[in-house]
């Protein structure tokens, strides 16, 4: 869901890559240039528009009190809601997530109007509510959009509660969750059964186990898929970067990898929203570009699958 800073940085690549011609086939330009409207998508249950870029937070706004560190978190979460940012995704288990995008949030203020999207993580009904509940405190006070049971921990004690709580209205869509493509025929199951709005799950260019039964499956019912994982935290960025993106890739509007990759994930027609995570202004730029501009098709998916696997 992250990237890395490892190995050399892609602004340094692009510009390399663009002094010979070479970037994509597009004259040089600012690596987050967004064209045309914001994309957004549909929530099927409601109708609701979801723009397809949101914002993870494992591991990047998990920096507990210092004030370096969360004043910067501020302004990552600024450019987030400046480029027409929506869903800001978070969990318990992410340390000191929680507290720090609500930090951010008070010190945005009113220009902050995120779609917020938690998990409660943990056994038992009463330690789910207590959990449930500390969330809101922490950054949700008027309730979340979105409460999601975290890789299916304890889910029938926490749909009881989520059932009861949608309906009086403190949380307004309920999910289920799963990573690293653990769980599916569990998940599949429930996605059958059980009265969910939206799934979560890892896809991305080279993980694409999803497309098997997981993304038709969420089709067929009408949820919407939260897309995690989208870079596999950095492991995509290490394994591509160092290449050029090919010179078609203009064609889909892609300025750099950060975009060519997250088209790829919110181009599947099952694919609500995906949620990269980033501790960078710049790279939050980059990503959010993907919101806008043309997508790939399905004869173009194919063609960036071809590309990358024969890197």
Request: hydrophobic letters at 45%; glycine letters at 8%.
């Amino acid at each position: 869901m992250m990237r890395s800073n490892r190995g050399p940085g892609r602004r340094a690549v692009l510009a390399s890559l663009g002094a010979l011609g070479l970037a994509a086939g597009l004259a040089p330009r600012r690596a987050g240039a967004q064209s045309g409207p914001q994309l957004t998508k549909p929530i099927p249950a409601t109708g609701e528009r979801l723009p397809v870029i949101g914002m993870g937070s494992w591991l990047t706004f998990d920096v507990g009190d210092d004030p370096a560190l969360r004043d910067a978190r501020v302004e990552v979460l600024r450019a987030f809601f400046e480029a027409g940012g929506g869903m800001i995704d978070s969990s318990p288990m992410y340390g000191s997530s929680e507290a720090v995008i609500g930090h951010c949030l008070e010190r945005i203020g009113d220009a902050a109007a995120p779609f917020s999207a938690t998990k409660v993580w943990t056994v038992l009904q009463s330690r789910g509510v207590s959990q449930m509940e500390a969330s809101e405190r922490l950054w949700a006070p008027q309730g979340f959009d979105l409460m999601q049971v975290h890789n299916l921990l304890d889910w029938r004690a926490h749909l009881e509660t989520l059932a009861v709580w949608k309906a009086r209205g403190r949380v307004r869509y309920v999910g289920i969750t799963t990573s690293h493509g653990r769980r599916h025929p569990e998940m599949a199951e429930l996605m059958t059964e059980q009265p969910l709005d939206f799934v979560q799950l890892t896809y991305n260019i080279l993980d694409r186990r999803a497309e098997r039964a997981l993304l038709p499956l969420a089709a067929e019912r009408g949820l919407a898929v939260i897309a995690n994982r989208p870079f596999r935290r950095s492991r995509l960025f290490d394994l591509f970067q160092r290449h050029p993106l090919p010179a078609w890739a203009g064609e889909i509007d892609c300025a750099n990898w950060a975009q060519f990759l997250l088209k790829f994930v919110i181009s599947h027609p099952a694919v609500t929203c995906a949620i990269p995570a980033t501790s960078r202004v710049d790279h939050m730029r980059e990503n959010m570009g993907a919101a806008h501009g043309r997508l790939p098709d399905a004869a173009m998916r194919q063609r960036m699958v071809r590309y990358v696997e024969g890197l």
